[in-house]
């Protein structure tokens, strides 16, 4: 499973924009970036089903996705999850949106 690092939330406009990498080419691994309100992972940490974005790996090191939430004010952190389709365990990272 590769490890999430350097994640980077950043506003532009309604939008946000989620940058991040991993330690070695993610082959079989699912990303998924969510826009929380804390930055514990709880029910009702979630701003709204609008502040979610995901992507798969296939076999890169560098990724990037755009959410555009509703309510982009109500999120303050990001939470970047990584799963695998080989593991029941994933890996998670939360930042700061900047």
């Given at each position: 499973?590769?490890?999430?690092?350097?994640?980077?939330?950043v506003?532009?406009?309604?939008?946000?924009i989620?940058?991040?990498?991993?330690?070695?080419?993610?082959?079989?691994?699912?990303?998924?970036?969510?826009?929380?309100?804390?930055?514990e992972?709880?029910?009702d940490?979630?701003?709204?089903?609008?502040?979610?974005?995901?992507?798969?790996?296939?076999?890169?090191?560098?990724?990037h996705?755009?959410?555009?939430?509703?309510?982009?004010?109500?999120?303050?952190?990001?939470?970047?999850?990584?799963?695998?389709?080989?593991?029941?365990?994933?890996?998670?990272?939360?930042?700061?949106?900047?």
């Amino acid at each position: 499973m590769p490890r999430v690092l350097d994640v980077r939330a950043v506003r532009r406009g309604r939008s946000i924009i989620v940058r991040w990498r991993t330690e070695f080419p993610a082959r079989r691994t699912f990303f998924t970036a969510l826009g929380q309100r804390t930055r514990e992972l709880a029910p009702d940490s979630f701003t709204d089903s609008s502040a979610f974005a995901s992507v798969r790996g296939r076999g890169r090191t560098h990724f990037h996705v755009r959410m555009r939430p509703e309510h982009p004010a109500a999120v303050r952190w990001v939470g970047v999850y990584a799963y695998s389709f080989d593991r029941t365990r994933g890996h998670r990272a939360v930042v700061r949106v900047g």
